[in-house]
């Protein structure tokens, strides 16, 4: 059963840094687009990273630019967020993705192209 499983999350005041970790079983990573996302109270669930699979091409929103880098290790069959520069708005329930296709510029952040989900994880930056 393929299964996806978020970590990491929790309070930290702005300026700090997090990191994000999406474990799978079931299935091989590296074969998959693992994309993070996010969704804050009242507002619709936006794209954040996505780091594609076979070139491991990455792509990130333009508010994180700079900011967050994702990354996989094949070996322990998980991808990872690192967030750093946190700011108040990045408070969110992030989520992790996964298709079994090449994801491109065009394609990456519309959540209607993955079809596994893990069950998120909160992140909350604040004072």
């Known amino acids: 059963q393929l299964q996806l499983v978020e970590s990491g999350g929790g309070l930290v005041q702005p300026g700090g840094s997090l990191r994000l970790s999406c474990a799978a079983s079931?299935?091989?990573?590296?074969?998959?687009?693992i994309a993070w996302f996010r969704q804050a109270p009242g507002k619709e669930r936006e794209g954040v990273s996505c780091?594609?699979?076979?070139?491991?091409?990455?792509y990130y929103a333009d508010s994180v630019k700079g900011r967050f880098t994702i990354s996989r290790d094949n070996a322990k069959n998980t991808v990872y967020l690192q967030m750093n520069s946190l700011k108040p708005e990045d408070t969110a329930v992030y989520y992790c993705?996964?298709?079994?296709?090449?994801?491109?510029?065009?394609?990456?952040?519309?959540?209607?192209?993955?079809?596994?989900w893990g069950q998120g994880t909160q992140v909350t930056v604040s004072s």
């Open positions: 780091i594609s699979r076979s070139d491991g091409r990455t």
């Open positions: 993705a996964a298709e079994p296709t090449q994801m491109y510029s065009i394609s990456w952040s519309h959540d209607v192209n993955y079809n596994y």
């Open positions: 079931g299935f091989t990573l590296d074969y998959y687009a």
